[in-house]
């Protein structure tokens, strides 16, 4: 079956600019992650989505980044007025429910380049 | 501050040979702790996983070592084949997410 899908695999973008970043995640999957991977870094949390409850957004290092999932299937990580700092590989997780017990399957990452 | 640490950032072994790549963490409340495995262009897949109320798990060629009382855990690869060269990285599972470690970049040589 299809795994966790993200797009654009790519993205450039201006400084200033504003940039959205999209999660397909495994059909039937309530939970959904995304963590962001700067150069020489591990994985770190943003921000993640259990059904219809409210998001834990305690990973977002700032106001300009937030994250919408619609429908609880498909989401949306949106970052406003790009930093070079923001340039990271983005990667979104699905599990079967947001408990350890349920491997968390990612995505290949969108890869955002700020100039 | 970090709460997982891999100290080594690669390693590089022969294949055959056996690959010990180590993780420290600082949390003593970390009670579940996982290795994934990132090829290029990727995302990680999960590798293995160990609960604190063991010291040991195998699953195949690949064995994690939980040493509770060091807050260390060790991923062993025995024997190492040319297609394990990844980059790893050790997660501890806290406050309802995963808290990655940097990762160390694992080259198997023919």
């Known amino acids: 079956g299809a795994g966790v899908s993200q797009s654009p695999s790519n993205k450039v973008t201006e400084k200033g600019k504003d940039v959205e970043l999209r999660c397909d995640p495994i059909?039937?999957?309530?939970?959904l992650y995304w963590y962001r991977q700067s150069l020489g870094q591990g994985l770190e949390f943003l921000i993640y989505?259990?059904?219809?409850?409210?998001?834990?957004k305690s990973g977002l290092p700032s106001d300009r980044f937030s994250a919408e999932r619609t429908g609880g299937s498909v989401s949306t990580l949106t970052i406003q007025r790009t930093q070079q700092e923001d340039s990271a590989v983005y990667l979104c997780?699905?599990?079967?429910?947001?408990?350890?017990?349920?491997?968390?399957?990612f995505g290949p990452g969108t890869r955002l380049t700020v100039l | 501050d970090q709460q997982v640490k891999q100290n080594s950032p690669s390693l590089s072994v022969q294949e055959g040979r056996i690959s010990i790549l180590n993780c420290d963490y600082t949390?003593?409340?970390?009670?579940?702790f996982l290795w994934y495995k990132k090829y290029p262009a990727e995302g990680p897949t999960f590798l293995i996983s160990?609960?604190?109320?063991?010291d040991k798990n195998e699953d195949g060629r690949f064995t994690v070592f939980l040493n509770k009382s060091a807050k260390h855990l060790s991923l062993h690869i025995v024997p190492s084949q040319p297609g394990d060269s990844a980059v790893y990285f050790c997660?501890?599972?806290?406050?309802?997410?995963?808290?990655f470690g940097k990762g160390t970049k694992l080259s198997v040589k023919p």
């Open positions: 989505f259990q059904g219809n409850s409210a998001p834990d």
């Open positions: 949390n003593s409340m970390f009670d579940y």
């Open positions: 997660a501890a599972w806290g406050q309802g997410n995963l808290i």
């Open positions: 160990i609960s604190s109320i063991k």
């Open positions: 059909s039937g999957h309530t939970a």
């Open positions: 997780a699905s599990s079967l429910a947001g408990a350890i017990q349920w491997e968390q399957f």
